[in-house]
């Protein structure tokens, strides 16, 4: 059974701070998604990757499958940026998603 | 962007009551999935569709689940007889092919009193 955990559980950032929320899952995986989850509940998939490093904006996304760890980076952070951020691994001939507790984000003025 | 539509936004039903989710996937993707979250806790899987059959279901979608494609745009998710437990936001998710990015619905928020 794959175990996805996130770390912190919770974070209180200042705006224009740097950010990391890690991820690291127990078994091999076909590829890992970051999500973003607003209040509202909706989430929308900012990454997938399977190796290496993506970037798109302010926001990073390392995956190192040896230590199956991943780390999704915000750069000069901005109160827009609150949300629960998610990392879900990718298993199976499906592609189903198993999820991770996710990090509640929340940047301050 | 083309989105995943579900509806409704909200269902409040009676415990023992059947009740049907229903999502519309973009219309040239042809992996289909339903996920839910109950309030609190992470998000969890239930069911991948493709090819018109189940490809993956998980302990949690039993017999009071079920799931159709009938007319080729929309996708439905059935429970049966609802459990004070089945409360929570279910999820329709759908992608073009393996490798690709996954899209989210928004959500459909179940009560069962």
């Known amino acids: 059974k794959n175990e996805v955990e996130q770390s912190p559980q919770n974070l209180t950032a200042q705006e224009g701070e740097f950010i990391t929320i890690n991820c690291s899952y127990s078994?091999?995986?076909?590829?890992l998604h970051w999500l973003q989850q607003h209040p509202g509940g909706g989430i929308v998939s900012l990454f997938m990757?399977?190796?290496g490093k993506k970037k798109h904006g302010r926001l990073i996304a390392t995956i190192n499958i040896q230590e199956k760890h991943s780390s999704l980076h915000i750069t000069a952070s901005h109160p827009r940026d609150s949300a629960v951020y998610i990392c879900a691994a990718v298993t199976g001939t499906a592609s189903k998603l198993t999820f991770g507790t996710g990090t509640r984000l929340q940047v301050t003025l | 962007e083309p989105e995943v539509t579900q509806t409704p936004s909200h269902q409040v039903t009676q415990m023992g009551q059947e009740v049907i989710l229903r999502c519309v996937p973009i219309?040239?993707?042809?992996?289909f999935y339903w996920y839910r979250q109950i309030l609190g806790q992470k998000v969890e899987f239930l069911v991948s569709?493709?090819?018109?059959?189940?490809?993956?279901k998980s302990e949690i979608f039993d017999d009071q689940f079920s799931v159709e494609r009938p007319d080729g745009s929309n996708f439905t998710l059935k429970i049966r007889s609802t459990k004070l437990e089945d409360s929570a936001m279910y999820f329709c998710?759908?992608?073009?092919?393996?490798?690709?990015?996954?899209?989210f619905g928004s959500g459909t928020q179940l009560s069962v009193l």
């Open positions: 998710a759908s992608k073009v092919d393996v490798g690709e990015k996954l899209f």
């Open positions: 569709f493709y090819n018109n059959e189940i490809s993956e």
């Open positions: 990757l399977s190796s």
């Open positions: 078994v091999g995986i076909s590829a």
């Open positions: 219309s040239n993707h042809l992996y």
